[in-house]
């Protein structure tokens, strides 16, 4: 990584630009400190876009090998159903949860 006062890139920006898109990095300095790193622009498409580190999303990589039973979004047994609230199966609801839809 090249690292490049801003006086000089001033008057050498094609140049930089040549060999960043030959796969240099140039980082440039103001002042003496870094004040900008020179990358190229990676054209991806919205499916190939990733957080650094990741790998690429591919939508439909599965597609044929997942089934969702016709059954998923039937309700739960009751006995069940308590248990998430923290209830025996053989509890009574309580009165503000009776009627309520699931």
Not at 36 to 42: D, N, Q
């Amino acid at each position: 990584m090249d690292r490049i006062p801003l006086s000089e890139a001033d008057g050498h920006m094609a140049e930089l630009i040549d060999r960043v898109e030959n796969g240099e990095e140039i980082v440039i300095l103001r002042d003496g400190k870094p004040a900008v790193k020179l990358v190229p622009v990676m054209e991806a498409k919205p499916s190939e876009r990733a957080p650094p580190g990741e790998p690429p999303v591919r939508f439909g990589f599965a597609k044929g090998q997942i089934r969702i039973s016709e059954d998923f979004d039937a309700p739960l047994p009751d006995d069940l159903l308590k248990s998430f609230y923290g209830l025996a199966p053989d509890e009574e609801w309580p009165d503000q949860w009776k009627g309520m839809p699931g």
